[in-house]
């Protein structure tokens, strides 16, 4: 069984458009994660919601909204499309919102704006 | 920036050698961890060493801290074509966020 899964695994769409990337876990953890990965493979965290609650909200255009419907689910809108939203986006969980616990990651959804 | 620096950015070795990477950051810490990631996939979580160790084993891995120079390194013993991937660390100072550095390509040639 996958632990964290996202979807869809590739994205491509054009520039001004609105999509979702949706994300699961099965693991039963509290806490869940959105992270953005450039073509330089630099990884920058962008959201953190534990128990649904938002926790971490770091420097990311307002064009960019998470959702968590339930603790098992974080989902990612973006509105208005740019070129510069071209990346691997990786949605990860964590048992509790402490730093020491282990994140996993799920498989990546790469997305392409044109 | 949090941002941190892995040094080096691609290591190429052959079997059965051992491969060392370095990793930099700039504030106080409370613990800092290694992932590594396949290409096209997720990042797997390796090890963890909290700020009041100075190293840890796990396996063919060996993490060392040190907090006053603000690095680690991530030692792999007799490598195998299986450990090519990219190596990331990241840490953490708030207790929440993981921060991460730049990652280390490895390749390792049969």
């Known amino acids: 069984d996958t632990a964290v899964s996202q979807t869809p695994k590739y994205l491509v769409t054009q520039m001004g458009n609105d999509k979702s990337i949706k994300c699961e876990q099965n693991?039963?953890?509290?806490?869940m994660y959105w992270y953005k990965q450039d073509s330089k493979k630099f990884l920058k965290i962008m959201f953190s919601?534990?128990?649904?609650?938002?926790?971490i909200n770091e420097t990311v255009p307002n064009r960019f909204s998470p959702k968590s419907p339930d603790k098992a689910h974080l989902n990612l809108h973006i509105n208005s499309l740019e070129l510069g939203d071209s990346a691997v986006y990786f949605c990860?969980?964590?048992?509790?919102?402490?730093?020491?616990?282990?994140?996993?990651f799920g498989p990546g959804t790469r997305l392409t704006v044109l | 920036s949090q941002q941190g620096e892995e040094d080096p950015q691609a290591l190429s070795i052959q079997e059965g050698e051992n491969a060392t990477m370095n990793c930099s950051y700039k504030?106080?810490?409370?613990?800092l961890q290694w992932y590594r990631q396949n290409s096209g996939r997720g990042l797997v979580h390796l090890i963890l060493?909290?700020?009041?160790?100075r190293e840890k084993h796990s396996g063919r891995l060996r993490v060392t801290l040190d907090t006053s120079k603000k690095s680690s390194s991530l030692l792999i013993t007799a490598s195998r074509a299986a450990d090519t991937a990219s190596y990331f660390c990241?840490?953490?100072?708030?207790?929440?966020?993981?921060?991460f550095g730049k990652g280390t390509s490895l390749l390792v040639t049969p």
């Open positions: 990860a969980s964590s048992s509790t919102s402490q730093s020491t616990d282990t994140q996993y």
């Open positions: 919601y534990n128990n649904k609650e938002l926790i």
């Open positions: 060493i909290r700020s009041n160790e």
């Open positions: 504030t106080s810490i409370n613990n």
């Open positions: 693991l039963g953890h509290d806490t």
């Open positions: 990241a840490w953490s100072n708030s207790g929440y966020a993981l921060n």
